[in-house]
């Protein structure tokens, strides 16, 4: 009677015991590493750099709140499985952030490359008019290398465009926007200055 | 009896219930600490690290501080898989401190690097955008190679776009532009200066030739004309004094003394007005023609030939006048001096033959024009 009495209350004490247990949400993880693989794919690295590296570490915080509660006796992870599960959430609208991001870089980039073609396109007409060196053939000579570098930087930039580097392609286009516009109110200013109609 | 039984019974329990209390709280008394603080400090030191850029702008000590929390991270779970009472977090502590020291390194040192990067990238862009100012100023009218314009073209395009990195303060992308710019601009600049003060290394002769023209058309009482090539300058001195300064166009290859016919050089020495040319004798409205080549330029050209610096069939050039029809704003004549005739006029107006005409490089010595 007495084994009986004092194996029972052993049985419950290991029920107790077993039952606090809770098991690492694993699928949480996964999901929410899955989610911020997603947010690094749309490239919130680039376009949203602040949100991502917040994100990464709302994740590294939750880890290591697991990991810590893994190192315990009694285990029950239901706060971290829901932070878990925020993570992922943020990391989706980080994600929509940088695709939201990208859409305006890309547009811009998009605008900014017609405009310059289209200062080119006058560049190239403008050109020929000039007095055959009111400044001296040496302007001349500086001239056709400037619009050579101009076209080249607009030809690397479409060309990161083309790939989806928007952000890059921003970068030497704005460069190029800013020769090409030099260039043409210089040899505006010649054309005016030789009085000759363009 | 049975009462006393039932006491037994009782105080079993309690005594069953107090061991086990116990044996829980030794269980769980001696459950090795994990240093969750430590690696808390250690993720928030990285977080401010990854907050300053410490990722672009002190990379080895972040990458560091990151692999030190990672070790920290992966040697916890390891740990986490022993048996509760072997664990040993001694590991992940040590990691976790040197992870958050490091951190806080790469923090502190990228925000001086970026405070620093900040000013040298400005000094560097004023510094490269005040080279490309004295390119223009200094090498719009020199003939450079197309080469040359090329890459003055090119590193201005780079230096645009360090520009923009700067203003977006993305220095890092700003310091790699601006390094590719230098090498371009500077280089460029150091190539067309070293011709340039090469040119100028002849300005002792030129000052000799325009002091004794200066001179003896004061002595004279007498007029003289004397061109700068690099100034593009004709002038004319009554009695040593500058009368007159007009723009003048000469040969394209106008750096340098003519050496032989064909090359499209003015020639630089002491010459004379040989012949009037007036305006039904010449096709440039009006002509000055000088006596070149002279008695020293016959001898240069001579010795060119003999030790192969020109062509054996070179011939020495003639005919080179003081001329009208100028104002075209290029260096377009075969090596004559062209002026506008209007100006032309005067010049051939107060000439006469046997009036010195002298050409130098420059009334300026290289210091005087550029230091």
């Known amino acids: ?198 | 009896m049975r009462l006393k039984r039932a006491w037994r019974i009782t105080f079993r329990i309690a005594g069953l219930t107090a061991a086990l209390a116990l044996a829980v709280f030794l269980l769980v008394r001696f459950v090795p600490e994990p240093p969750a603080e430590k690696v808390e400090l250690a993720r928030l030191a990285l977080s401010e690290a990854t907050a300053n850029r410490a990722d672009t702008y002190s990379r080895k000590l972040y990458r560091e501080a990151r692999s030190l929390y990672d070790s920290a991270m992966i040697n916890w779970q390891a740990e986490n898989e022993r048996f509760i009472y072997f664990r040993d977090y001694a590991r992940v502590s040590e990691f976790a401190d040197q992870s958050a020291r490091k951190a806080r390194q790469a923090a502190k040192i990228s925000k001086n690097n970026v405070t620093d990067l900040n000013i040298y990238l400005g000094q560097k862009i004023e510094k490269l955008n005040n080279i490309s100012g004295l390119i223009n100023k200094r090498f719009s009218a020199y003939p450079l190679s197309p080469e040359v314009w090329k890459d003055i073209s090119k590193g201005r395009m780079l230096l645009k776009e360090a520009e923009v990195s700067y203003k977006k303060s993305d220095y890092a992308h700003s310091r790699t532009k601006l390094a590719e710019a230098d090498l371009l601009l500077s280089g460029s600049y150091e190539k067309a200066s070293s011709h340039l003060s090469e040119y100028f290394s002849s300005y002792p002769q030129w000052k000799k030739w325009i002091d004794k023209t200066i001179a003896d058309s004061r002595r004279n009482n007498s007029y003289a004309i004397i061109v700068d090539k690099y100034s593009r300058k004709c002038m004319i001195y009554h009695a040593g004094v500058r009368k007159y300064e007009y723009n003048a166009e000469l040969g394209p290859n106008w750096v340098g003394d003519k050496k032989m016919k064909g090359d499209k050089a003015t020639p630089e020495g002491l010459y004379r007005v040989t012949k009037k040319l007036g305006n039904s004798r010449t096709k440039y409205h009006k002509a000055l023609l000088i006596d070149y080549p002279n008695a020293t330029d016959r001898e240069e050209f001579r010795q060119g030939v003999a030790n192969g610096s020109l062509p054996k069939n070179a011939k020495i050039g003639s005919l080179i006048e003081i001329h009208g029809d100028g104002g075209r704003g290029v260096d377009w004549t075969d090596g004559c001096v062209a002026l506008i005739n209007s100006e032309m006029d005067v010049v051939y107006k107060i000439a006469s033959e046997g009036t010195p005409v002298t050409i130098v490089g420059s009334m300026l010595g290289y210091d005087q024009l550029f230091e």
Do not use: H, W
Request: hydrophobic fraction near 50%.
């Open chain 1, 1 to 198: 009677m007495k084994n009986k009495v004092l194996m029972g209350l052993a049985a419950i004490m290991m029920v107790a015991v077993l039952s606090s247990c809770g098991k690492k949400p694993q699928a949480e993880i996964d999901a929410a590493n899955a989610a911020i693989e997603a947010a690094r794919t749309a490239e919130a690295a680039v376009y949203v750099p602040e949100e991502f590296s917040a994100l990464q570490d709302s994740l590294n915080a939750v880890m290591a709140a697991i990991t810590a509660k893994e190192s315990k006796l009694f285990k029950n992870f239901g706060v971290e499985t829901e932070k878990l599960a925020q993570v992922a959430t943020l990391a989706s609208t980080v994600s929509a952030n940088a695709a939201t991001k990208k859409e305006e870089v890309k547009a811009e980039a998009a605008n900014l490359l017609t405009s310059i073609k289209a200062v080119i396109e006058e560049n190239a007409k403008l050109i020929p008019k000039l007095p055959r060196g009111k400044e001296g053939a040496e302007v001349i000579e500086q001239i056709k290398a400037d619009v050579a570098t101009v076209d080249a930087a607009v030809v690397e930039a479409q060309g990161l465009f083309d790939n989806g580097s928007f952000m890059d392609a921003m970068n030497k286009i704005k460069a190029a926007k800013e020769k090409a516009d030099g260039l043409n109110a210089e040899v505006k200013e010649v054309l005016t200055k030789a009085r000759i109609r363009f």
